[in-house]
Nanobody, 123 residues
Framework: QVQLVESGGGLVQTGVSLRLSCADS????????VGWFRQAPEKEREFVAY????????YYEDSVKGRFTISRDNVKNTVVLEMNSLKPEDTALYYC????????????????WGQGTQVTVSS
């Protein structure tokens, strides 16, 4: 059973960087296509970034392109989301997701989710 765990969130100031990690406590996340999503209060969950199983394909939501980078850490068996130049509008609960059946940017396409890690960016 896939059991995703996110880590690395925190409270930071505008312009600072954070590194989020996604691991599978049961097996290895390296077997899966993985997406990162975020949900701000009173807003719908939205796509942030995606990496394919072999790491060869990545996609990003337009507002994070050039600031966020998704990658695989094959040594630690995690998927990492490097977030640079953070803005207050990046404040949200960040989730990683796997078990993809469908379109990579749609939350409903993923059947496995972590509990999320909070990212708060102060102005």
């Amino acid at each position: 059973q896939v059991q995703l765990v996110e880590s690395g969130g925190g409270l930071v100031q505008t312009g600072v960087s954070l590194r989020l990690s996604c691991a599978d406590s049961g097996r290895t996340v390296m077997y899966y296509d993985v997406g990162w999503f975020r949900q701000a209060p009173e807003k719908e969950r939205e796509f942030v970034a995606y990496v394919s199983r072999n790491g060869g394909t990545t996609y990003y939501e337009d507002s994070v392109k050039g600031r966020f980078t998704i990658s695989r850490d094959n040594v630690k068996n995690t998927v990492v989301l490097e977030m640079n130049s953070l803005k207050p509008e990046d404040t949200a609960l960040y989730y990683c997701a796997a078990c993809l059946r469908g379109t990579y940017y749609q939350p409903a396409s993923y059947n496995c989710w972590g509990q999320g890690t909070q990212v708060t960016v102060s102005s």
